[in-house]
């Protein structure tokens, strides 16, 4: 009888254990050296994650009594005068680039799968999408007054712009769309709050009856 655990159980395990190895509390340190440690972990932990870190993530790394937040502020005054900066996104935070320098990384190095690479109608999709989420193609289809192919959500999707949402309570109960929090980053958002109101959107060409 074959008694092997599954890989995954295995690597639970082992996460756990290294989990229970971390020294949180730093007690032998002293309390300044003891909370720049503690900065250099949120540092690290923001610069491996592609995507915002939640602040129990991120409490997970340091003493009980640390408030995150302080840990946070101190790594944001650090990082001042830096080409990239601590981004608060929804209830996370990320390490990003400042957008002052995207024209200097594009012209360095090949940076296509980063770039959003969308066209100007698939921007407005997207921001219908914001708008209006959680919402259908045959929602979207209302508002730009045709079919919304598969294409164009598959390619939204795919850059992590957009995921499914709720199901419509409509009769076949759809799929709907929102946006995610890649998005929020790619667009230097906080949160949805931060959107531009909707004239704003047409000024800039991205909304449905803004001129082309």
Known sequence: MNTRRPDKTRSRDTADRHDADLDRELADLPPELRWREWIRRIEAVLFASAAPVPRE?????????????????????????????????????????????????????????????????DIAVLAAIAYHQPITRDGLKEIFGKE???????????????????????????????????????????????LPDQEQLQDAGMAPGSPA
């Open 57 to 121: 993530h991120l409490a997970r790394v340091v003493g009980q009594r640390a408030s995150v937040d302080l840990l946070i502020e101190d790594l944001a005054a650090e990082t001042e005068g830096r080409s990239f900066e601590v981004k608060k996104v929804t209830d996370g935070w990320m390490m990003r680039s400042r957008p002052a320098y995207g024209p200097t990384i594009r012209a360095a190095a090949e940076v296509n799968d980063q770039a959003l690479d969308l066209n100007e109608f």
């Open 148 to 194: 919304i192919n598969r294409d164009l959500i598959g390619r939204l999707n795919e850059r992590k712009l957009i995921a499914t949402g709720p199901r419509s309570p409509r009769r076949g109960a759809p799929y709907t769309f929102v946006t995610t929090d890649r998005f929020l980053a790619a667009f230097d958002l906080e949160n949805l709050r931060d």
